[in-house]
């Protein structure tokens, strides 16, 4: 059996990245996303976010920080999760991978395992340490932030189509172009967002035999 996670990462940085995003859910396969909550749209996004959609937390650790103090901001964001949306997150994963720096997948694991959520797995090294720890994770990982875009119609249907059996998740970048954040990664977020949306990825997947699914399933 081959299940899919399609998450959508970025909730709550930017109005138009949100729009985006919920386009992507409602029009397209994206299953999931994960939020900040540290940001002037995080409240607003959390409440627009239908309860089709699996949430989980985005998050955001500053560059240098040490595992302790990471530890301290990491249950700060999930109280904060908790206290915007009303329930806790479906899973956990990070800004820029954060958990993947040196020192850091202990205090995300630690973290994960105290609240019984499943934590990203960027490969098998990360995913073989996190069930060590008893941290439930995908059996894959496909995405990279650092193609920009990442999931062309093309790039799309090609991973969909070599699919390993299991529960993989599909990290994206839905969106439109950012009117508010700061970011490198902008008017790709339409590249990915037609992707995701295009008629071809659903039936696909439906010729495939692969169930789209959100975090719960794993």
């Not at 908790?82 to 800004?95: I, M, T």
């Not at 994960?112 to 060590?132: K, N, T, V, Y």
């Not at 059996?139 to 999931?151: E, H, K, M, T």
Request: glycine share 8%.
């Amino acid at each position: 059996m081959r299940r899919l996670v399609v998450n959508a990462d970025d909730l709550g940085y930017d109005p138009e990245i949100d729009r985006g995003i919920l386009e992507a859910h409602a029009r397209g396969i994206v299953t999931s996303a994960t939020a900040m909550v540290g940001t002037r749209w995080s409240a607003a996004a959390l409440r627009a976010a239908p309860p089709a959609l699996g949430v989980g937390l985005h998050v955001v650790l500053d560059e240098g920080l040490s595992p302790a103090a990471a530890g301290e901001a990491i249950r700060v964001q999930l109280d904060r999760f908790e206290q915007l949306r009303g329930a806790p997150p479906s899973h956990l994963d990070a800004h820029r991978h954060a958990h993947a720096r040196p020192g850091m997948l202990p205090v995300f694991a630690a973290a994960a395992a105290a609240r019984g959520l499943p934590l990203r797995a960027i490969d098998g090294a990360m995913r073989r340490e996190l069930r060590a720890a008893g941290v439930r994770t995908s059996g894959a990982f496909l995405g990279d932030a650092a193609l920009r875009p990442c999931w062309t119609r093309e790039r799309l249907l090609a991973a969909l189509a070599a699919l390993p059996e299991g529960t993989a998740e599909l990290m994206a970048h839905p969106g439109h172009a950012p009117s508010h954040a700061r970011t490198s990664f902008g008017i790709e977020r339409e590249v990915e967002l037609e992707a995701l949306c295009d008629p071809e990825a659903r039936r696909a997947l439906a010729a495939l035999g692969v169930q789209l699914v959100t975090w719960t399933a794993i």
